[in-house]
């Protein structure tokens, strides 16, 4: 009876082994954006975050933040590039599937990439971010320069 107790111990052993391990890889490929914000808020204590989009693949998560600036947070596995993003230091273009962005950014050439997003609008809200053109409706009618609509 002992001797189908030692080889039942050893299979379980392996195959909480596999699944650990795969399941590591599978976070690996999925990097988490609760951990990225956290991340982004250890290096830039002082910015608010008001919305957010990652990319499709997810690793790279676009931040706006509450002065009109903008974050990028790019994973490299369990690690975290952060940074503010100046309107006057990217420059951005579409690309030909209409739901991604070309990105560059001139102090941090590393960083440069095409980003895909789920949609165009995505897309398009992101590239406001960066180019610091981004306001909401709110903020327009804050300070006076809401375009009159129907009553």
């Given at each position: ?17 596999i699944r650990m391990n ?14 990225a914000i956290v991340e ?42 952060c940074h503010v993003v ?66």
């Amino acid at each position: 009876m002992l001797w189908l107790l030692f080889p039942a111990a050893i299979a379980a052993v392996c195959v909480f082994y596999i699944r650990m391990n795969a399941r590591a890889e599978r976070d690996a490929d999925n990097p988490d954006a609760g951990s990225a914000i956290v991340e982004f808020g250890r290096a830039f204590p002082d910015e608010a975050i008001r919305a957010l989009h990652s990319s499709v693949d997810g690793t790279a998560i676009f931040l706006r933040l509450h002065d009109g600036k903008a974050g990028f947070i790019q994973s490299h596995g369990t690690h975290y590039v952060c940074h503010v993003v100046q309107p006057d230091k990217v420059r951005v273009n579409t690309s030909d599937s209409g739901r991604g962005l070309i990105v560059h950014f001139p102090d941090f050439a590393y960083l440069d990439n095409a980003f895909e997003f789920r949609t165009a609008a995505e897309a398009a809200e992101v590239s406001l971010w960066l180019l610091g053109s981004f306001r909401t409706k709110l903020e327009k009618e804050a300070s006076g320069n809401a375009a009159p609509g129907p009553d």
